[in-house]
């Protein structure tokens, strides 16, 4: 069973930066599309980020708002998956989700809010 636990959310000033986590169990993240996805109040689910397999050249894709600002790593070890963001916006504040696609569908972690004030 694939499960995907995140971490690392909180509450930040606008200009701060927050760490976010994703342990992932039950499948090898290198092997994976990863992904960020974000989800604010009275909106639809938006892709933050992801990134391919390392067979099939680690390429990553970021939204355009995130870009310079936000960096996803991988730690094959670990089997975990972080989000670096730096330099949060009022407008980042949403629930940070983390998300791997496997054959049968896209599986979801719990989520962890992200809340930056200004």
């Known amino acids: 069973q694939v499960q995907l636990v995140e971490s690392g959310g909180g509450l930040v000033q606008a200009g701060g930066s927050l760490r976010l986590s994703c342990v992932v169990s039950?499948?090898?993240?290198?092997?994976?599309?990863m992904g960020w996805y974000r989800q604010a109040p009275g909106k639809q689910r938006e892709l933050v980020v992801s990134i391919t397999g390392s067979t099939d050249g680690s390429i990553t894709r970021y939204a355009e708002f995130v870009k310079g600002r936000f960096t996803i790593s991988r730690d094959s070890a670990k089997n975990t998956v972080y989000l670096q963001m730096n330099s949060l916006k009022p407008e980042d504040t949403a629930v940070y989700y983390c998300?791997?696609?496997?054959?049968?569908?896209?599986?979801w972690g719990q989520g962890t809010q992200v809340t930056v004030s200004s």
């Open positions: 998300a791997a696609d496997r054959e049968i569908g896209r599986v």
């Open positions: 039950g499948i090898t993240i290198r092997y994976n599309v």
